[in-house]
């Protein structure tokens, strides 16, 4: 058993040893800054403050905005991949989880957006999954029906199936123990390696194929949305919110009106128009047409009009 006055000092020597943490390797501003109490102008996180490269501005109103996310984990993921020579068994954990989650993001931006494009129904109120494996199947289900020679290649779907056979359910680097507490790499026996310079050749395949074909989607001002209604961020907000909603027999256009008022969507509900087909209910914003609500057997689909020949 220590003193109190020794573990006090003891504590306060570990702060200052740890200083040296804080400021590796970036952030070079704060190299002569004290800790023991917060300055003023760093007092508050979403105040702006005047190292103006620092100050991050948030906002999800223009076409892409997956963007940010995206990108800010595929380069948080290649500035860990740079720093982990310095120690690689620690660092390999937000590595594997930040890299496991870019694929899952991109994957899901990439089934919503081409199957919009090629006008793919997408089942309505169909439960969100983590699993990598069951989005690449569904990827490469688009890409085999549409010839999207690419996602259809196993070298591409390889990365993907590898990457969710180490982490299934994305929690395995992201916790050290399981929720029963048992450790998620508890046999002793075996030699659990991640050769992060593979990773980083498969993450740059991966992020080469899958960002240039988004970029000419929908994050640029010749892409396949720009002059079209899903050039709105909010149309395509709107479209997400549907695709999550639960509908039910002739309630369709009720529904519809009802996530519009509930949102609050910045759309003129005026400009929401319906109309009866023997397709199923479409709903038309203004002059251009969004979709229409389809029901197959007792199950409900959101399919555009596709925006390739």
Known sequence: MISKETFDSNWNKGIEDYKKDCTYPFLDLESNNSWSKVADEWENIIRAG???????A??????????????GYFKAFKVICY?????????????????????ELT???????????????????????HDIK?????????????????????????????MGDISPKSDEYRYPTKN??????????????????????NMNYFYSLTQSLLLLINDSSDSIYAETAYGNAYIIE????VINSKFKDNKVKDKIKEIIGTHK???????????????????DYGNEDLFTIVQQEGRFYLKTDGLIE
Not at 58 to 71: K, L
């Open 50 to 56: 005047s190292a103006t490269n620092y100050n991050a």
């Open 58 to 71: 948030i906002a999800q109103d223009e076409p892409g905005d997956e963007y940010s996310y995206e990108m």
């Open 83 to 103: 720093s982990a020579k310095e120690d690689s068994d620690s660092l390999v954990m937000p590595a594997m989880f930040i890299a496991r989650h870019f694929i």
């Open 107 to 129: 994957l899901k931006n990439l089934i919503f957006n081409l199957s919009i494009i090629f006008g793919k129904p997408m089942q309505i109120g169909q439960k969100n999954t």
């Open 134 to 162: 069951k989005l690449c199947d569904e990827l490469r289900e688009i890409a085999l029906q549409y010839n999207l020679t690419p996602f259809a290649d196993h070298s591409f779907s390889k990365i993907i199936y590898q």
């Open 180 to 201: 029963n507490g048992e450790w998620n790499f508890q046999d002793a026996d075996a030699t659990h390696l991640i050769n992060l310079m593979a990773l980083n050749h």
């Open 238 to 241: 709107f479209i997400k919110i």
């Open 265 to 283: 969507l910045p759309l003129e509900k005026k400009n929401m128009l319906f109309k009866e087909s023997n397709d199923g209910m479409e709903i």
